[in-house]
């Protein structure tokens, strides 16, 4: 029995976060001049005036200089504690040089999501004016995402509670009675469209008995308007389509020629046997590759037509 090698994990972050010095944090590159003005950058400010910093800052050691940290994720954050006269802020300290982890694989809040937690925060007694301050929005902003949700029913919030879905689709949904809704709902999630446009062409083409009463039916002009742009997010939707099965048959090929390739590379004894020495968790998952790869060959030559072998009287052959 091969004995495995255990090898120690090796981890991305220092286990400890650490109080840092501003003037130790350097940036790659600076900001840009418009970033200061920006209104992400103002509700940042406004979040660290209200409640301080809530999010600690990604940096790394510099490798010539120990004792100072390139910024990583938060620069904006960094600027808004400059501004504000503050001299620390609170770091996790990376021991991998690079950004992109930070600034791509990223978690926002949906509107559903922003919407419940409002919601939530006023339930437990803390003051609209308070949240709009923290974030730095209207109070009156405070109160439309809190009421988002409000006349939509809880099975299609629950399949909406992670899509990017723009708060005037909720405003589109709630003309509509609660299985209708669902219903819509489904078909936005089928169709991976959440935008306002769709949800408006859905309710123009409701029977008027699966609306909420009330609910304003637009016709004429407005209802030819929201077919034209259905139509619009339809031929964008088969051009993504187009899109996506081009790309499937350039990977399909791909994968057929690499399965092929590792079939072939399985054939070899000795490939083979290091393999299964050295990392026999991959050899196993290559062999059955190499398998699979086998039986596909089997099933094509066994559905190939076979020539006939033909004969003279005298029983010399002519063809085959």
Known sequence: MVELKLHPLKTTFESQPVLLQLNLLESSRALPKTAASGKKFLQV??????VGLV???????????????????????????????????LCIVATDDE??????YISRLTSAQDARMIAKAIEHGVPRERIALVLGIEVDTVRRRASLLDGISPEAA???ADKACPATTFKALKLLKPL????AVELMCGQGNFTSAFARAIVAATPPEQLEQGSDRKTGDEVADQLMKLEQELATLQTTVAQTDERYGIEHLHLTVSAAY???????ECVSRWLSEQHPDFSAQFKTISNDVRVARAKSKSSEPRSKSFRRVDGNAIGR
């Open 262 to 268: 590792v079939a072939k590379l399985l054939d070899n």
């Open 158 to 160: 629950a399949l909406l």
């Open 180 to 183: 209708r809704q669902i219903a």
């Open 99 to 104: 950004a992109y982890t930070y600034n791509k």
């Open 55 to 89: 999010e600690p800052l990604i940096v790394t050691r510099i490798r010539d200089n120990k004792n100072v940290f390139r910024i990583l994720d938060g620069r904006l954050r960094v600027e808004a504690l400059r501004r504000l006269g503050l001299n620390e802020a």
């Open 45 to 50: 400010l406004a979040s660290i005036a209200a």
